[in-house]
């Protein structure tokens, strides 16, 4: 009877670890991006049904919080919407891949009585992220949408609090749009803004936006539509006004140079249909993975995905790679060793 005991009460103290180890699953784990966490989440759990020996834990904590991570090796992998510089890579204990998945769109999102459709250019959001744009009513707005009912309020900036590669890809649209922006408070994950109500992740930016009247804030696609609220058409380099669609972030691919590392930027390309404001995501891993049995099987998933789960990603407003660029991606992550 004491033998029962002590097998229930290891079960209650460890049920995870338990169950893990009876069902032979291992536990890969990785953080970072909130941008692609919804697709992540997604793969994460058709994979189980592909391997049901392995399962992963990823925690949607920012892309600045996966490169520290990755960096420290306190995860298997990393998730990050903006390349890392070569000065962290340099700090790393190896050679770290950067594994770009899918495409998206970072939208400029609102709360206005109505919520009418609105057009909108890189300087006036310049601008406005900057306080010099302070009212709904200014004219470079009015100007641009002669026939939306602006309210006569104050604007309320929405950005992120923590480091971000959705900022990563707004603050280097910022840059390529705004010389004063570039000066002023150039591009990173994290910055020092000029104004604003901080919110962390994009679920917390759509949450402030949501919540607060006469707000204007930047979040991925996949957010906005989610809950509803509505996206500006933003001008391009061709000076059209596009709005964020799986056509129009694919475009923006077709206009980028893209290295041999893959670190790459899509914001404000060349061409009529593209979205300015598109940006690549990636995973972090190692080149060498020092777990045998863990390396593996992130070799198998990794393959999965640029495959059978890029297949997953216009359900979800993702615009999947380019066939070119897939296999590209699919022969660096055969150079993975384990």
Same mark, same amino acid.
């Given at each position: 009877?004491?033998?029962?005991?002590?097998?229930?009460?290891?079960?209650?103290?460890?049920?995870?670890?338990?169950?893990?180890?009876?069902?032979?699953?291992?536990? &890969?784990?990785?953080?970072?991006a909130?941008f692609?966490?919804?697709l992540?989440?997604?793969?994460f759990?058709?994979?189980?049904?592909?391997?049901?020996?392995?399962?992963?834990?990823?925690?949607? &904590?920012?892309?600045?919080g996966?490169?520290?991570?990755i960096?420290?090796?306190?995860?298997?992998?990393?998730?990050?919407d903006?390349?890392?510089?070569?000065?962290?890579?340099?700090k790393?204990?190896?050679? #770290?891949?950067?594994?770009p998945?899918?495409?998206?769109?970072v939208?400029? $999102?609102?709360?206005?009585?109505g919520?009418?459709?609105?057009?909108?250019?890189?300087p006036v959001?310049?601008?406005?992220?900057?306080?010099?744009?302070?009212?709904?009513?200014?004219?470079?707005?009015?100007?641009?949408?002669?026939?939306?009912?602006?309210?006569?309020?104050?604007i309320?900036?929405?950005?992120?609090?923590?480091?971000s590669?959705?900022?990563? &890809?707004?603050?280097?649209?910022?840059?390529?749009v705004?010389?004063?922006w570039?000066?002023?408070?150039?591009k990173?994950?994290?910055v020092?803004?000029?104004?604003?109500?901080?919110?962390?992740? /994009?679920?917390?930016?759509?949450?402030?936006?949501?919540?607060?009247? /006469?707000s204007?804030g930047?979040?991925e696609?996949?957010?906005? #539509?989610?809950?509803?609220l509505?996206?500006?058409? #933003?001008?391009?380099?061709?000076?059209v006004f596009?709005?964020?669609?799986?056509?129009?972030? $694919?475009?923006?691919f %077709?206009?980028?140079? &893209?290295?041999?590392?893959?670190?790459?930027?899509?914001?404000n390309?060349?061409?009529?249909?593209?979205?300015?404001?598109?940006?690549?995501t990636?995973?972090?891993?190692?080149a %060498?993975?020092?777990?045998?049995?863990?390396?593996?099987?992130?070799?198998?998933?990794?393959?999965?995905?640029?495959?059978?789960?890029?297949?997953?990603?216009?359900?979800?407003?993702?615009?999947?790679?380019p066939?070119?660029l897939?296999?590209?991606?699919l022969?660096? #992550?055969?150079?993975?060793t384990?």
């Amino acid at each position: 009877m004491k033998k029962v005991w002590v097998i229930i009460l290891v079960c209650l103290t460890f049920p995870f670890r338990f169950v893990s180890e009876a069902y032979g699953e291992l536990l &890969i784990n990785g953080a970072g991006a909130t941008f692609p966490y919804p697709l992540y989440s997604k793969w994460f759990n058709e994979y189980q049904h592909v391997d049901p020996t392995v399962r992963f834990n990823y925690q949607s &904590i920012g892309s600045g919080g996966g490169q520290r991570q990755i960096l420290e090796r306190t995860v298997d992998f990393g998730a990050s919407d903006a390349p890392m510089s070569d000065e962290n890579l340099a700090k790393a204990p190896g050679k #770290i891949l950067h594994i770009p998945t899918v495409g998206g769109a970072v939208v400029v $999102t609102y709360h206005l009585p109505g919520n009418p459709k609105l057009k909108l250019t890189g300087p006036v959001l310049a601008d406005i992220f900057l306080g010099k744009i302070t009212k709904w009513t200014d004219p470079q707005i009015t100007r641009l949408n002669p026939t939306a009912k602006l309210p006569d309020a104050d604007i309320v900036v929405v950005h992120r609090s923590d480091g971000s590669g959705t900022t990563y &890809i707004w603050t280097d649209y910022l840059c390529s749009v705004s010389p004063e922006w570039k000066e002023r408070v150039g591009k990173g994950t994290s910055v020092n803004w000029p104004v604003g109500l901080g919110a962390k992740g /994009n679920e917390g930016v759509t949450g402030q936006v949501k919540q607060t009247p /006469n707000s204007i804030g930047y979040v991925e696609l996949i957010y906005a #539509i989610q809950n509803r609220l509505p996206v500006a058409a #933003i001008q391009n380099q061709a000076g059209v006004f596009i709005e964020p669609t799986l056509d129009s972030i $694919t475009a923006a691919f %077709e206009g980028a140079t &893209i290295p041999d590392d893959f670190r790459f930027s899509l914001v404000n390309p060349p061409g009529e249909k593209a979205y300015p404001i598109a940006g690549a995501t990636w995973l972090l891993v190692y080149a %060498e993975q020092k777990d045998p049995q863990k390396g593996k099987k992130l070799v198998e998933f990794l393959r999965w995905a640029l495959t059978d789960g890029e297949k997953i990603a216009k359900s979800l407003h993702y615009a999947p790679l380019p066939e070119s660029l897939r296999q590209r991606v699919l022969a660096k #992550i055969n150079e993975i060793t384990y």
